[in-house]
């Protein structure tokens, strides 16, 4: 069994993830699980920043697409949405990133965002290019 989370862990998370407080909990091609937390990651409204809630499904869906095509490989995002439900308004947020299709060159991802309650805060898809340079 491939230990995904140590592939991960050599590979390292990047200075926004870092920055926004992305952890991940769990990653294998099939499930990432990361949080992040809504103080630090706010707009002037005081409430989380909708880009906050893109940039944690991108990096999820990045990392499920970088070991869907076995972790050596580089992948960049070419499409990426997001609708919000509900404001993020304190706590830590957890996303679970799925895919939705995954072959040679191309890797999709859907991304549910939730808050401590439970309650889906943001829905996001993310596909990612697969590269062999």
Do not use: F
Not at 19 to 45: C, D, F, L, R, Y
Request: neutral net charge; charged residues 20%; glycine residues 14%.
């Amino acid at each position: 069994m491939t230990d995904y989370m140590k592939i991960l862990n050599e590979r390292g998370l990047g200075a926004l993830d870092k920055k926004m407080g992305i952890t991940i909990i769990e990653a294998s091609p099939e499930q990432v699980i990361g949080t992040m937390p809504v103080e630090g990651n706010t707009q002037a409204m005081g409430i989380l920043h909708g880009g906050a809630n893109v940039v944690l499904a991108e990096v999820l869906g990045s990392i499920g697409a970088w070991l869907h095509a076995g972790g050596s490989k580089r992948t960049v995002g070419v499409d990426i949405n997001a609708t919000h439900h509900k404001a993020g308004k304190e706590g830590i947020l957890t996303g679970i990133a799925t895919p939705v299709s995954r072959g040679k060159t191309l890797a999709c991802y859907e991304i549910e965002i939730r808050n401590e309650a439970g309650e889906r805060t943001c829905s996001a898809r993310i596909t990612s290019l697969i590269l062999n340079d």
